[in-house]
């Protein structure tokens, strides 16, 4: 992928949303900074003032060492907060006051991040913590607590979550 394809991979997720098409665009700056040691030393301004305007002023913690899918969609990016050790799939989307992160443990330590498949719509004031994994095409309802994983194809809700329903499949058959 050449550099300017990289930069804009998410745009046409975030159609007619012009904070996430920016702030998804100055994300991907980022992490090609982030890339060698010259450019973070030459570009260092630029991560200052990537760090200051998103993070900062606008309440989105998208750390430029997150390891993030292509497509990723913001819907209303405010006080959204992803650990830098998480990893993101394609084609999924954030909403606002997400939080997706490590859990402290018993002992004092901290536990690794989740796992997020593709094309994981996760809803508004969700909060995804621990070592697990959420499965390809899964939907987190909006205030959902997940510390457990979350199969394919399902919907996790509640607080703690647990699985609402499965999503169907639909295989359709010439002539029936």
């Excluded at 909006?142 to 199969?151: I, Q």
Aim: overall charge positive.
């Amino acid at each position: 992928m050449n550099f300017f394809a990289y930069l804009f991979q998410d745009h046409a997720a975030n159609r007619q949303n012009f904070k996430g098409q920016l702030v998804l665009f100055m994300f991907r700056l980022a992490q090609q900074v982030n890339r060698s040691a010259v450019t973070k030393v030459i570009f260092y301004p630029y991560l200052v003032f990537y760090r200051y305007v998103v993070d900062w002023l606008w309440g989105i913690e998208l750390p430029r060492k997150l390891t993030v899918g292509k497509g990723l969609s913001l819907f209303h990016g405010h006080a959204l907060v992803v650990n830098q050790a998480v990893v993101i799939g394609d084609n999924c989307i954030l909403r606002n006051s997400v939080t997706i992160g490590h859990r402290k443990l018993p002992d004092g330590t901290f536990s690794k991040c989740p796992r997020i498949g593709n094309n994981v719509d996760i809803g508004a004031n969700a909060c995804i913590i621990g070592d697990i994994i959420i499965g390809d095409n899964a939907a987190i309802g909006a205030g959902a607590v997940v510390f457990r994983d979350v199969p394919p194809d399902s919907v996790a809700v509640g607080n703690p979550a647990r699985i609402l329903e499965r999503k169907q499949q639909i295989t359709i058959v010439d002539g029936e």
